[in-house]
Protein backbone atom coordinates (compact mmCIF):
# COMPACT_ATOMS: atom_id res chain seq x y z
CA UNK A 1 0.00 0.00 0.00
CA UNK A 2 1.50 3.13 -0.46
CA UNK A 3 1.88 5.73 1.83
CA UNK A 4 -0.59 8.96 2.19
CA UNK A 5 0.71 12.12 1.08
CA UNK A 6 0.96 13.46 4.55
CA UNK A 7 2.85 10.53 5.70
CA UNK A 8 5.89 11.19 2.33
CA UNK A 9 5.13 15.03 3.17
CA UNK A 10 6.41 14.13 7.13
CA UNK A 11 9.01 11.71 5.79
CA UNK A 12 10.54 14.80 3.78
CA UNK A 13 10.41 17.39 6.94
CA UNK A 14 11.99 15.12 9.20
CA UNK A 15 14.78 14.49 6.60
CA UNK A 16 15.22 17.78 6.14
CA UNK A 17 15.23 18.25 9.95
CA UNK A 18 17.51 15.54 10.46
CA UNK A 19 20.43 17.22 8.11
CA UNK A 20 20.07 20.33 9.86
CA UNK A 21 20.33 18.70 13.27
CA UNK A 22 23.74 17.21 11.89
CA UNK A 23 25.06 20.12 10.53
CA UNK A 24 23.87 21.64 14.09
CA UNK A 25 26.34 19.02 15.70
CA UNK A 26 29.00 19.52 13.46
CA UNK A 27 28.96 23.19 14.24
CA UNK A 28 29.60 22.12 17.80
CA UNK A 29 31.66 19.34 16.85
CA UNK A 30 34.06 22.02 15.41
CA UNK A 31 33.81 24.15 18.58
CA UNK A 32 34.83 21.88 20.70
CA UNK A 33 37.53 19.59 18.19
CA UNK A 34 40.37 21.98 18.62
CA UNK A 35 43.21 22.31 16.09
CA UNK A 36 47.04 21.45 17.91
CA UNK A 37 45.87 17.76 17.93
CA UNK A 38 48.10 14.39 16.02
CA UNK A 39 46.02 13.53 13.15
CA UNK A 40 45.15 9.85 14.95
CA UNK A 41 43.67 11.37 17.51
CA UNK A 42 41.61 13.47 15.07
CA UNK A 43 40.91 10.83 12.62
CA UNK A 44 39.65 8.70 16.12
CA UNK A 45 37.46 11.43 16.94
CA UNK A 46 35.94 12.38 13.66
CA UNK A 47 34.93 8.75 13.63
CA UNK A 48 33.35 8.78 17.24
CA UNK A 49 31.55 11.89 16.37
CA UNK A 50 30.11 10.50 13.36
CA UNK A 51 28.84 7.44 15.38
CA UNK A 52 27.03 9.51 17.52
CA UNK A 53 25.65 11.62 15.13
CA UNK A 54 24.32 8.42 12.86
CA UNK A 55 23.02 7.27 16.34
CA UNK A 56 21.17 10.75 17.49
CA UNK A 57 19.90 11.00 13.78
CA UNK A 58 18.65 7.53 13.64
CA UNK A 59 16.75 7.47 16.91
CA UNK A 60 15.40 11.44 15.75
CA UNK A 61 13.95 9.38 12.43
CA UNK A 62 12.60 6.46 14.79
CA UNK A 63 10.42 8.58 16.78
CA UNK A 64 9.60 10.86 13.86
CA UNK A 65 8.53 8.71 11.16
CA UNK A 66 9.26 5.39 12.28
CA UNK A 67 12.49 5.07 11.09
CA UNK A 68 11.43 4.96 7.63
CA UNK A 69 14.72 5.27 5.64
CA UNK A 70 14.45 5.71 1.88
CA UNK A 71 16.95 6.87 -0.74
CA UNK A 72 14.77 10.08 -0.83
CA UNK A 73 15.28 10.42 3.30
CA UNK A 74 19.06 10.37 2.46
CA UNK A 75 18.98 12.72 -0.57
CA UNK A 76 17.36 15.23 1.47
CA UNK A 77 19.48 14.36 4.35
CA UNK A 78 22.32 15.06 2.37
CA UNK A 79 21.13 17.96 0.17
CA UNK A 80 20.18 19.75 3.42
CA UNK A 81 23.25 19.12 5.08
CA UNK A 82 25.07 20.88 2.26
CA UNK A 83 22.77 23.76 1.74
CA UNK A 84 22.86 24.48 5.90
CA UNK A 85 26.80 23.79 5.94
CA UNK A 86 27.12 26.78 2.73
CA UNK A 87 24.57 29.13 3.81
CA UNK A 88 23.65 28.93 7.56
CA UNK A 89 26.63 27.29 9.38
CA UNK A 90 28.63 30.70 9.55
CA UNK A 91 25.60 32.48 11.64
CA UNK A 92 24.53 29.88 13.55
CA UNK A 93 28.40 29.20 14.49
CA UNK A 94 28.51 32.77 15.58
CA UNK A 95 25.71 32.31 17.38
CA UNK A 96 26.86 29.40 18.84
CA UNK A 97 29.60 31.00 20.05
CA UNK A 98 28.06 33.60 21.29
CA UNK A 99 26.06 31.51 24.00
CA UNK A 100 29.28 29.33 25.24
CA UNK A 101 30.65 32.48 25.51
CA UNK A 102 27.74 33.71 28.00
CA UNK A 103 27.31 30.68 29.75
CA UNK A 104 31.12 30.68 30.47
CA UNK A 105 30.72 33.83 32.65
CA UNK A 106 28.14 33.28 33.90
CA UNK A 107 29.56 29.77 35.54
CA UNK A 108 32.58 31.68 36.18
CA UNK A 109 30.82 34.72 37.95
CA UNK A 110 28.92 32.34 40.07
CA UNK A 111 31.79 30.09 40.88
CA UNK A 112 33.74 33.25 42.26
CA UNK A 113 30.42 34.13 44.23
CA UNK A 114 30.44 30.06 45.58
CA UNK A 115 34.06 30.63 46.22
CA UNK A 116 34.27 34.07 47.95
CA UNK A 117 32.69 32.95 50.89
CA UNK A 118 34.32 29.76 51.05
CA UNK A 119 38.09 32.23 51.06
CA UNK A 120 36.70 34.73 53.62
CA UNK A 121 35.85 31.52 55.97
CA UNK A 122 39.39 30.10 55.95
CA UNK A 123 41.85 33.01 55.70
CA UNK A 124 39.66 33.89 59.14
CA UNK A 125 40.10 30.30 60.60
CA UNK A 126 43.99 30.15 59.15
CA UNK A 127 44.69 33.90 60.52
CA UNK A 128 45.96 34.05 56.76
CA UNK A 129 45.65 38.11 55.54
Same mark, same amino acid.
Given at each position: MPLSLEAQF??? +??? =????? +???? +????YNIIRGSKIPKIILFIEDILFWILTAIIIFTFL +???????LGPYVYIFMILTLIIYLKLISPKVLKLELYIIS? =??????????? %???? =?? %??????????
Amino acid at each position: MPLSLEAQFNIV +LYS =ILSGI +LAGI +LFDLYNIIRGSKIPKIILFIEDILFWILTAIIIFTFL +LYTNYAFLGPYVYIFMILTLIIYLKLISPKVLKLELYIISK =IGKFIRIILKN %IIYP =IK %IIYYGISGKK
